[in-house]
């Protein structure tokens, strides 16, 4: 089956600090990235989608200048979260998905991020 | 407004079965899926309905009626590492799966 792969898996660390988080699709090509957020208790919401080689397209109230997504190749795509605060903590999962816009998304196994 | 609906939270007895129901309103429709989210990890695929009927991949099924906006997940003799999230997606008209909030399965002995 599709694995998707994300990295770290958990990041603890101070404000201020940048950080990125990679999702890498291992046996299938990812023509689409997505990029989630979710609180505990929670449903999972949309941050940003993002196509190889083009800009991500971001959801309504999700600063791009604050999570910056690329997505050089159909493998791969990072999340960086600059200047993270304490509201900032939260799991932030990718998913991949194929061409075919029917196709199941495919997850990865999640980024906790705590700010100190 | 796009809307899915499904239960907040469900209780079952271990070896039973247990259905899980889900509507939605959505601006077009191209494909419904259902996923599993154990507490603290990222949800994994379980099925994809697009057309009416169900569909049945071991303890687990799938169903769904197009004309009434419906959609169930059937999950057959209950384990305990059943107990978990599950999770309505559907896939609008622009192909942007809305997601619904979750149903949280408790199993008890």
């Known amino acids: 089956g599709a694995v998707v792969s994300q990295h770290p898996s958990r990041v603890i660390c101070k404000s201020g600090t940048s950080v990125k988080i990679e999702c890498r699709s291992l046996?299938?090509?990812?023509?689409?990235m997505f990029w989630y957020r979710q609180f505990p208790k929670q449903s999972l919401m949309l941050m940003a989608t993002s196509n190889e080689g083009s800009k991500a397209t971001y959801e309504q109230g999700v600063e791009k200048d604050k999570f910056l997504i690329n997505h050089a190749s159909l493998t791969l795509s990072t999340l960086t979260v600059t200047s993270a605060h304490p509201e900032d903590s939260s799991f932030y999962i990718c998913?991949?998905?194929?061409?075919?816009?029917?196709?199941?998304?495919?997850f990865g196994d999640g980024t906790r991020l705590s700010i100190l | 407004g796009q809307n899915i609906d499904q239960p907040t939270e469900m209780t079952a007895t271990e070896g039973a079965i247990v259905q899980i129901n889900c509507t939605y309103q959505?601006?077009?429709?191209?494909?419904l899926f259902w996923y599993q989210q154990h507490a603290g990890e990222a949800p994994t695929f379980l099925s994809y309905n697009v057309l009416d009927g169900l569909e049945e991949k071991g303890r687990f099924s799938s169903f769904l009626s197009r004309s009434k906006g419906y959609s169930y997940l059937l999950l057959k003799e209950l384990q305990m590492k059943d107990s978990a999230s599950y999770l309505c997606a559907v896939l609008d008209s622009n192909y942007q799966l809305i997601w619904g909030a979750g149903t949280k399965l408790i199993i008890k002995p």
């Open positions: 959505t601006s077009g429709f191209n494909g």
């Open positions: 998913s991949a998905r194929g061409d075919r816009e029917n196709q199941p998304q495919h």
């Open positions: 046996d299938f090509q990812a023509t689409t």
